[in-house]
């Protein structure tokens, strides 16, 4: 898991050392690299980040194949030490265009039957969810897959479809379709091990999480 590339002030060779971490999407766009990059600005780290859902992240961690993981699991997996991170919230949005062409007479069960939604991927079922406390099928619904966050909220901001936007991406560009925010709670795991490193990088993760984060 180490390489070589940084000289010091004596021109030795300092060893860079290779963490891989999971993280899911929405996390990576709004505020999880910021901490990454003031941890590589004061270590020789090379950051290996592993995306996918916050409900699969910690299976990565539990394989061995990452070292710590964002995840929405509270419980640690194979004696990983477990710290709260905070909730990120989603909010069901669209455009004025959008909600005059498909809400024109209210959110209502029957528009939403008919309404194009925004997926992210065949994984993650936030919007199925959201449809489902509606009263409403999601699999009867027209969608769009796009399995990338900042490629998903522009397809919301350009009226692909309405979808659930996580807090630090709505603007008010969009409109809120109504009701209680999606609430997804976020921890961090990993490896109970003795690493400088590895906690330096969770200390930063968990006060940026913290700042921009709603409180568990």
């Known amino acids: 898991m180490a390489g070589f590339g940084l000289a010091d002030a004596e021109g030795e060779q300092v060893p860079r050392i290779r963490v891989p971490l999971a993280v899911n999407a929405d996390s990576m766009a709004t505020w ?8 590589a600005q004061r270590h020789p780290v090379d950051v290996d980040l592993h995306r996918d859902d916050q409900d699969y992240t910690a299976r ?3 394989s061995g194949e990452v070292m710590a993981a964002v995840t929405s699991e509270s419980d640690p997996v194979g004696g990983s ?5 905070g909730v990120l919230e989603y909010r069901p949005m669209a455009t004025p265009d959008y909600i005059a062409r498909w809400f024109g007479g209210g959110v209502s069960t029957d528009a939403l039957r008919s309404a194009p939604f925004v997926d992210f991927d065949r994984r993650d079922s936030l919007q199925q ?8 099928d999601p699999w009867q619904v027209p969608r769009h897959y796009v399995p990338a966050s900042h490629d998903f909220s522009q397809a919301v901001r350009l009226g692909l479809g309405w979808g659930l936007i996580p807090s630090p991406q709505a603007g008010a560009d969009l409109i809120d379709l109504g009701g209680p925010p999606t609430r997804v709670p976020l921890y961090w795991q990993q490896w109970n091990l003795s690493s400088p490193l590895l906690d330096a990088l969770a200390a930063e993760i968990v006060a940026e999480a913290r700042r921009v984060l709603s409180p568990l």
Not at 81 to 85: D, H, I, R, W
Not at 129 to 136: E, N
């Open 32 to 39: 999880f690299l910021a901490p990454i990059a003031r941890v």
């Open 60 to 62: 990565l961690l539990e």
């Open 81 to 85: 030490a477990v710290t709260p991170l």
């Open 129 to 136: 969810d959201w449809l489902r406390a509606k009263g409403v």
